[in-house]
T-cell receptor, first 117, second 115 residues
């Protein structure tokens, strides 16, 4: 596709359930980022993938959060045993960084609005 | 840790006036500073960015200035139009082998341009 694609666009689930959020980056982009945006707040970095390098997980708020990127393309963010404070918009971004630290512009998807009841 | 402060949190201007949003960053190693515009319910859109090797960059009605010594950078929008109304986010990123390009965002500025 032309841009970063995320699914689902909205997800409502009960507290304690697991959820999976999907991100399909721009074709050819090697770097992929997950951010979280709580209501009325800025964006909070969660995790980063770059090629075959070990992911930077420094932003994950707890061990209930995990992410993987298969085949260097699509990424899935998983939240286990969801809590009400997990409610937020989860945004994915990708960039054409060919090596760590090249600071190429990041392009965002529309996000997944997650609501935990 | 790394921190980006953004001011003001809300800004209301009359159509045609200029708007200025300011950000300060704590990590002196930061070298890349993008600005994003986010309309309600939509994705953040990159509108302009600047790297630390330049002090100013302009794109039509939008300009960004960077003061590395003071560790602050600003977004300037001239001749504002109602369609400029949105939330604007600044961000900073550092280089180097330890960097993954992650952006540290400010808290956002809600800009309202009144017709």
């Amino acid at each position: 596709g032309a841009g970063v694609s995320q699914s689902p666009s909205n997800k409502v689930t009960e507290k304690g359930k697991d959820v999976e959020l999907r991100c399909d980056p721009i074709s050819g982009h090697t770097a992929l980022y997950w951010y979280r945006q709580s209501l009325g707040q800025g964006l909070e970095f969660l995790i980063y993938f770059q090629g075959n390098s070990a992911p930077d997980k420094s932003g994950l708020p707890s061990d209930r959060f995990s992410a993987e990127r298969t085949g260097g393309s699509v990424s899935t963010l998983t939240i286990q045993r969801t809590q009400q404070e997990d409610s937020a918009v989860y945004l994915c971004a990708s960039s054409s960084s060919s090596f760590v630290g090249s600071n190429q512009p990041q392009h965002f998807g529309d996000g997944t609005r997650l609501s935990i009841l | 840790g790394e921190n980006v402060e953004q001011h003001p949190s809300t800004l209301s201007v009359q159509e045609g006036d200029s708007a200025v949003i300011k950000c300060t960053y704590s990590d002196s190693a930061s070298n890349y500073f993008p600005w994003y515009k986010q309309e309600l319910g939509k994705r953040p859109q990159l509108i302009i960015d600047i790297r630390s090797n330049v002090g100013e960059k302009k794109d039509q009605r939008i300009a960004v200035t960077l003061n590395k010594t003071a560790k602050h950078f600003s977004l300037h929008i001239t001749e504002t139009q109602p369609e400029d109304s949105a939330v604007y986010f600044c961000a900073a990123s550092r280089p180097g082998s330890s960097n993954t390009g992650k952006l540290i965002f400010g808290q956002g500025t809600t800009l309202q341009v009144k017709p």
